[in-house]
């Protein structure tokens, strides 16, 4: 998995290519958590996500959720369908209420 994020003011876009599993769901999660920490927004693009396993899955909810419950706000965009179905069927959007997208992101 590579990623780069790109800060503004209030906002963070973490741009994220590769694999979302086992291996490195939790690096992902710490990211994504020292990211929130310091932004009101956090926007993660998951075009280049090209397969996400339970447990990837399990790190992103747990720390979506934690940005939540502190007053942030989290969108998931431009979401592969297949990933997209995996996410539905887990539960992830209707559970955390995140806006989940495969529409683009504009810059």
Avoid: W
Avoid at 5 to 33: F, H, P, W, Y
């Amino acid at each position: 998995m590579n990623y780069q994020v790109q800060e503004s003011e209030k906002q963070a876009l973490v741009t994220i290519k590769g694999e979302l599993d086992m291996a490195v769901g939790e690096k992902l999660g710490n990211l994504i958590r020292e990211v929130g920490q310091r932004k009101q927004s956090v926007i993660l693009d998951f075009q280049g996500v090209t397969f996400v396993d339970s447990s990837g899955i399990g790190n992103l909810f747990y720390t979506t959720k934690e940005l939540l419950a502190s007053g942030k706000h989290v969108e998931i965009v431009n979401v592969q369908e297949d990933i997209l179905d995996i996410l539905r069927v887990l539960g992830f959007v209707e559970a955390l209420g995140v806006k989940v997208s495969t529409c683009g992101y504009e810059r």
